[in-house]
């Protein structure tokens, strides 16, 4: 007998799927018992389904491939919705396959009864319930077909018994991959880029994760328009490597330098990047954007010109009209800022005489450097991406993947399971946040399960520590943000997982190097700095104000210690060196 089940799983197959992530539940009974009858398609087995939307994501970021998670009705598919988002908005192509009630129930008020075409509509680019047997083959290729042109998350709705129906017997498996495409602007909008650019004095370039593929011609328009590269933070991978014109990272995470150069600017060209932030972009300059996506110009910034294209297939079709500049003073200037920002950022990163807590900046800069060249980072968000995008260095060949777009907490764990079982021979490093990873702790137990050897790196500073800074910066006393954590290393260890606790930083490169060489998972817990700042390339007038609140609130609430112990992590140690 075969069945739709069946043929889901052979057009999966035949599309390149290797692997679906989920947990199993009784309305996918019918999925995963063709998944062990085919054999081809393995079923990894999650903790929590967002973690399987989640590894879906960061599979399909590293290889531009249809991924697949799948969850069971009701609460089970529910529980994909974050991770789904966070995928969507990383324009990243996943399939979620998600079971629903039997059909003749659906607007009964049934048990576990939800409406997933509604609740999954703003996290999708295509979401559609399979009514019958007969429409099963047909939805799942205009699904797949979606997530895989529009870079973007479809979701199938199922009902349950739907995946056991009969189908006929000479359907064949649905093949779909992604068409292979051009995507340039019209001559004339490339002749007034040109004559923009070649009218200006001092340009400088702002690229993002649409500038994948192309690193090599953006250095050489770079060269001919003697313009710094300022990068985005998911640009950082594709563009910060052999690259005489870098000047850094822009945006609350990024250097003085990046931001220096936006603002120097008379012209601003946007390669393949919605950097969300209003207050990093120049005041005065005039605007190139160029975007594959034509409603992503002007969102964020007046737009001078507006180009619709691919940057890879750009590039080499504007670099013949561009006349090239000889006076290269702008690039000079930021770069001379940016050896500056740093090696002021380098001197933080070090062993400051055995002071504790350690340092995060010493943390993120020593996994950088004994990390494999080829190796894979995912991050939580808070305060470990501060320190990974500026201490993280890549090569072409090193990842960066994190929940940049969607700003989800809990999400270097998850990540790096979708990382680690879709490229099995890479090493794979989750810098977490004590916080984030707590989110997601029942996670460890599907590295152990599964076999997948993540080296997990846990920056504990016993506190929702972005969230502190925030606070501090609007003039707030922190409250609400204390974790009271076990010792996270003797967690692992119980769970199976090779497991170290750091508490000096002598103690830190021998640690991760063990940990790096262990054959399994394992994890690091560094305790870390409460009080380090982050600070921003730019502080606002309401920012100093907020911080000079803070500080006088801090001390009439009575908790004047916690202030000394800011000075002491940020100020002293500055002094004493």
């Not at 090599?216 to 991978?237: N, S």
């Not at 005065?284 to 910034?301: F, N, P, W």
């Not at 800022?337 to 350690?358: C, F, G, M, Q, W």
């Amino acid at each position: 007998m075969t069945t739709i089940a069946d043929h889901i799983v052979e057009s999966l197959k035949a599309s390149g799927v290797d692997r679906v992530y989920g947990l199993s539940g009784d309305s996918l009974n019918g999925l995963t018992d063709a998944m062990r009858r085919n054999g081809t398609v393995d079923w990894v087995h999650v903790r929590h389904e967002e973690t399987g939307a989640y590894a879906a994501a960061a599979e399909a970021g590293l290889t531009g491939e249809l991924t697949v998670c799948a969850g069971s009705c009701g609460p089970g598919n529910l529980h994909l919705v974050n991770g789904l988002f966070d995928a969507n908005r990383s324009r990243v192509p996943v399939l979620a396959i998600a079971a629903h009630i039997p059909g003749a129930e659906i607007g009964s008020g049934y048990f576990q009864e939800t409406h997933p075409q509604n609740l999954f509509a703003e996290c999708s680019v295509y979401c559609e319930l399979v009514s019958s047997a007969e429409s099963a083959p047909r939805v799942l290729e205009m699904a797949m077909r979606a997530a895989v042109e529009e870079r973007g998350v479809a979701v199938v709705v199922v009902p349950g018994e739907v995946f056991l129906s009969k189908t006929d017997q000479g359907i064949e498996p649905t093949v779909v991959r992604a068409a292979g495409s051009v995507a340039l602007p019209g001559r004339d909008s490339l002749a007034r880029a040109a004559e923009l650019l070649n009218a200006a004095e001092r340009v400088t370039i702002l690229a993002g994760a649409g500038a994948a593929g192309a690193h090599d011609d953006l250095v050489a328009l770079a060269g001919k328009l003697r313009a710094p590269i300022v990068h985005a933070l998911r640009g950082a991978e594709h563009i910060a490597y052999d690259n005489p014109y870098d000047v850094g990272l822009t945006g609350l995470l990024g250097f003085a330098s990046g931001y220096k150069a936006i603002d120097e600017a008379d012209t601003l060209l946007m390669l393949g990047t919605d950097f969300p932030y209003r207050q990093f972009y120049p005041k005065r300059a005039k605007v190139i954007q160029l975007d594959l996506r034509g409603s992503q110009i002007g969102r964020r910034t007046r737009v001078d010109l507006g180009l619709v294209g691919s940057v890879r297939d750009t590039i080499p079709a504007l670099l013949p009209l561009l006349a090239g500049k000889a006076d290269g003073t702008h690039l000079e200037r930021a770069r001379e800022h940016y050896v500056k920002t740093r090696e002021s950022l380098d001197s933080l990163a070090v062993n400051d005489h055995e002071r504790t807590p350690i340092h995060p900046q010493l943390v993120a800069s020593t996994i950088s450097e004994l990390a494999a060249d080829d190796a894979v980072f995912t991050t939580d968000v808070g305060s470990p991406v501060v320190w990974a995008a500026r201490y993280l260095r890549f090569n072409g060949r090193r990842r960066l993947l994190g929940s940049f777009n969607h700003g989800s907490m809990g999400c270097a764990l998850p990540h790096a399971v979708g990382a680690q079982a879709g490229s099995p021979g890479r090493q794979v490093v989750a810098l977490a946040g004590d916080g984030g990873l707590t989110m997601s702790l029942g996670e460890l137990l599907t590295l152990k399960q599964n076999r997948l050897p993540v080296k997990v790196v846990v920056f504990n500073n016993s506190s929702l520590n972005f969230v502190e800074l925030e606070m501090k910066a609007a003039g707030i006393v922190n409250y609400g943000t204390d974790l009271e954590n076990p010792p996270l290393a003797d967690v692992a260890t119980a769970m199976g997982l090779w497991g170290r606790r750091v508490e000096r930083p002598g103690e830190l490169e021998g640690a991760l190097k063990e940990a790096f060489e262990h054959d399994g998972p394992a994890l690091v817990e560094v305790v870390t700095a409460r009080q380090e700042l982050a600070v921003p390339p730019a502080i606002t007038f309401e920012q100093a104000k907020g911080f000079t609140l803070y500080a006088i609130r801090t001390i009439l609430s009575g908790r004047g210690e916690e202030l000394l112990d800011l000075v002491t992590t940020n100020v002293a140690r500055r002094i004493l060196r």
